[in-house]
């Protein structure tokens, strides 16, 4: 049922590419600030542990829904591979919790999402309202770009905002 959910990147190509900082606090290391009312979802193919919020690197990706054009349909598996020592860590404020779970058995999503029931981290961190999706690359609770795991410059985004140059 929800095949036709699943990535693909030159679908997706355009609005990754256009993801260059706008809508998001990302380039003037302003702290991100997780919610603190969430709640985990879990389905069998989840393979990593509940992230730690805490962690020195992390890519934190928001997503109000789980359409294909949804940044949750990105290789985050891929990545986690090339860097291991970084959190992963995915918030959801849509409604449908049901359909998610369902979305993530179908697609093998490998991690726990944290459901913002309340919106918090929406409010707390976006500054445009109307996106549906951004991922933040955050080093020491601090904001420094946007990172999409479909980006082809993505990689050395994250080398660069993670370890210099």
Same mark, same amino acid.
């Given at each position: 049922?929800? +095949?036709?959910?699943?990535? %693909? ?12 900082? &706008? $809508? ?12 603190? %009312? ?10 990593? &542990? ?14 109000? %829904?789980?359409? *294909?054009?949804?940044?949750? %349909?990105?290789?985050? @598996? ?6 291991? @020592? =970084? *959190? #992963?860590?995915? !918030? #959801? ?8 779970? &369902?979305?993530? =058995? @179908?697609?093998?999503? /490998? !991690?726990?999402?944290?459901?913002? !029931?309340?919106? *918090?981290?929406? @409010?707390?961190?976006?500054?445009? +309202? ?14 420094? $770009?946007?990172?999409? /795991?479909?980006?082809?410059? #993505?990689? *050395? ?5 993670? !370890?210099?140059?």
């Amino acid at each position: 049922m929800w +095949k036709f959910l699943r990535f %693909n990147p030159l679908l997706c190509l355009p609005l990754i590419c256009a993801c260059s900082g &706008e $809508g998001g606090r990302s380039s003037d290391h302003t702290p991100l600030h997780h919610s603190p %009312n969430v709640k985990v979802l879990t389905v069998s193919a989840t393979k990593f &542990e509940v992230p730690d919020i805490d962690s020195r690197f992390q890519v934190v990706t928001f997503a109000a %829904n789980f359409t *294909e054009w949804s940044f949750l %349909n990105s290789p985050w @598996e891929k990545s986690q591979a090339d860097f291991p @020592e =970084v *959190e #992963y860590i995915f !918030y #959801y404020s849509g409604d449908d919790t049901v359909g998610l779970k &369902e979305w993530m =058995v @179908e697609n093998k999503f /490998a !991690y726990p999402i944290f459901h913002d !029931y309340k919106g *918090e981290f929406k @409010e707390l961190n976006i500054v445009d +309202k109307k996106l549906t999706s951004i991922s933040f690359l955050v080093k020491d609770g601090k904001q420094l $770009g946007l990172g999409h /795991a479909a980006n082809p410059t #993505y990689k *050395e985004k994250l080398k660069r905002a993670f !370890y210099g140059d």
